[in-house]
């Protein structure tokens, strides 16, 4: 059996960042699971779990890169360290 990509037009960098939050996802399931966690209030306005933060700050990423491709020239490589850095403050402290 091959693996193709073919079927929805998958692009590398696209099935690697859709694999990554289907990982991400997976892993926080996972945790969860085992180690339940209670919310807690950082930040952010709301009592959150990890769960919900991770929501948010994947949420956020997605914002702060549709800001980034209407209102800059900019590379995209550039901005996925910025969006990496929101996702784990939002994870730590929000």
Do not use: H, N
Not at 82 to 94: D, N, S
């Amino acid at each position: 059996m091959t693996l193709t990509l073919k079927w929805m037009e998958w692009t590398v960098p696209g099935a690697i960042f859709c694999s990554t939050i289907f990982l991400l996802v997976i892993a926080m399931t996972i945790w969860q699971t085992v180690a339940p966690s209670m919310e807690r209030r950082g930040f952010l306005p709301i009592a959150t779990t990890p769960g919900d933060r991770l929501f948010v700050g994947l949420l956020g990423g997605v914002y702060i890169f549709l800001a980034w491709v209407g209102l800059t020239s900019f590379t995209l490589w550039i901005l996925l360290p910025i969006i990496v850095c929101w996702i784990i403050v939002v994870m730590l402290w929000g």
